[in-house]
């Protein structure tokens, strides 16, 4: 069956992207997409595989446009003020896009993840913690926990998980990210040695 014009791969996946915010991105798949465009599936397989294909650019384009979020706001800040931008950068995108937050956290094989914009997230995180002079590991722990509560906080948000209770959510991001940035700035460093001292130092 011919392809209707216009239809691309690109159009195609950012058309899935839209389904997946609108529907979640679980519920994405070719035959949905087919029904949006109002066209034959087997019209589209001419551009993706099938769904875990589809899925899979998805993924790939929810990354990217994650990564290019938070690097545009980052730039330029250290310190509390990155901290605060980065994770306000990730909140805002899964609140407006939750489909494809959701599909930013889809399994890619390894090659395919390599690839992505995934390893520019992690080195996003470590320029980020690099304001708070951490060596490893305590580095490598600090961007866990960063992904974690970031993670965690916006997925119960965005689930309807702090709508029914006080104070507000608002109000508690502020409070988690005070307490990182204290946290990240105790840990002892190169250029900031612990200067904790012990019974056994004053003796």
Known sequence: ??????????????????????????????????????????????????????????????????????????????????????ADAYRTYAVEHPGRYDAARFPLDPETAAASAGPRHARMSRAVLRGYGLTEPAETHAVRLLGSVFHGFVSLETAGGFSHSAPPAEETWTWILDALDALLAAQPSPTRPDTTTTEADTA
């Open 1 to 86: 069956m011919a392809v209707r014009p216009g239809l691309s791969v690109e159009r195609l996946v950012r058309a899935g992207a839209e389904l997946a915010d609108e529907v979640g991105f679980a519920h994405v798949t070719v035959s949905e997409l087919a029904r949006r465009f109002d066209v034959k599936v087997a019209s589209l397989y001419s551009h993706v595989r099938n769904s875990h294909d589809l899925k899979t650019r998805i993924a790939l384009l929810a990354l990217a446009e994650l990564a290019d979020r938070a690097a545009d706001a980052v730039a330029g800040r250290a310190g509390r003020d990155a901290l605060t931008a980065f």
